[in-house]
Structure formats: structure tokens, C-alpha cells
């Protein structure tokens, strides 16, 4: 599949607006989670990953799939997980460790932008597998956030947020490998194609 070739151009629409919001909330999540406003920060949680798939659902139903959408749906995924993994850190819920290996798959994807863009192609489709680490994620997230309440729900929330958290960060990697490998492959083909024009 080409990335990002199949999509429309247009920007004002109803998908990329939920994207836009989406963005637009991801500074107020920074200013509740650092702030010790959990209960707030969880609901913004709850707003994000709902329009999270809310944008994906219209953009098909409508058919509304464009080039700015393509970019704003995973730029605010990524921005949510990165300033969620800092809040949580900064406040010593998670180690730095892993806020250490989630980034490291992102800034890995960052290297891809250069050869996709010199040869035309937009950013790579986002897979099921990469939602489904994102998803993860932003489900351990709010748990991990609930484990610091006493008894019995801070127990199973530090249990069931930690088991999200290693699903995700394994499905972030996972998705992230094959994004390299879709690139390469990508790569891959326009060079064989310029050979064959080369040798024509």
C-alpha cells in the first residue's frame, strides 16, 4: 500500500476538526496530570480516547480520509503518550525507563519522514497493530493513575494498568518494526523502478 496516495487534500473536515479538539486538549491533559487534578485528567482521558476513535469511524463513514488527517490522528495519539509518560514519571507513578523506551520507538519513526517525503509519499497508514498499542496504552494510562487510590481498586488498577502498559509498549515496538519495514520496502521499489527506467 503507497502511503498516504489515496487521500484527499481538503482539511475542514469533520474528522480533521475531532482531530484538531483532540490536539486542542492535550496541553489542558498536561496542565491537570502535573497539577495532581486526576480526576479531571482521567476524564480528558476518557474525552481523547473517545474521539480518538470517533475521527477514525466518520473519516471511513464519510469518506473523508485525507492528508491532514493521516498526520493529525497519530500526532495526537503520540503527543497524548508522550505528555501523559512525563506527567506519570515526573510524578514517580512509572520509572523513566519507560518513558525512555516508548520515545525511542517514536524518535526511530522520526528518521523515517525524510526518505517517504524526498520521494513523494506521505506519512505510512497507521496499522491495526499500531492502534492497537496506542489503545493499550492509553488504557494503562488512566489505571496507572488509579493505582495510587487505597484497598482493593488501586490493587487491581496497578495490576490490570501494568499489564496494558507492557501489551502496549510491546504492540508500539511491534507496529514501529513494521512501519520500518514497510519503508524500506517502499524504498526498495522506487529504486528498482528507476533502474528499469535507467536501463530503458
Not at 20 to 40: K, N, S
Not at 46 to 73: E, I, P
Not at 182 to 191: A, N, P
Amino acid at each position: 500500500m503507497q502511503a498516504g496516495r489515496q487521500a484527499d487534500s481538503a482539511v475542514w473536515t469533520v474528522p480533521n476538526v475531532v482531530s484538531m479538539l483532540r490536539l486542542a486538549l492535550v496541553p489542558v491533559f498536561a496542565v491537570l496530570i502535573v497539577t495532581g487534578e486526576d480526576v479531571w485528567a482521567l476524564v480528558v482521558l476518557a474525552v481523547s480516547g473517545a474521539t480518538d476513535w470517533l475521527d477514525g469511524v466518520l473519516a471511513r463513514r464519510l469518506n473523508q480520509v485525507t492528508k491532514l488527517g493521516q498526520m493529525l490522528d497519530p500526532a495526537a495519539d503520540r503527543l497524548f503518550i508522550l505528555v501523559t509518560l512525563i506527567g506519570l514519571a515526573w510524578r514517580e507513578v512509572i520509572p523513566w525507563w519507560v518513558l525512555a523506551v516508548i520515545v525511542s520507538r517514536d524518535v526511530m519513526l522520526a528518521f523515517l519522514v525524510r526518505p517517504l517525503a524526498r520521494r513523494g509519499y506521505g506519512p505510512v497508514p497507521v496499522t491495526f497493530v499500531g492502534k492497537a498499542g496506542t489503545f493499550a496504552l492509553l488504557y494503562a494510562f488512566p489505571l496507572l493513575l488509579l493505582a495510587s487510590m487505597p484497598g482493593g481498586v488501586g490493587a487491581v488498577a496497578h495490576v490490570v494498568g501494568w499489564a496494558f502498559a507492557w501489551w502496549g509498549i510491546g504492540l508500539y515496538w511491534w507496529a514501529g518494526l513494521q512501519y520500518v519495514r514497510h519503508v524500506r520496502r517502499l524504498v526498495d521499489d522506487d529504486r528498482d523502478d528507476a533502474r528499469t527506467e535507467g536501463a530503458a
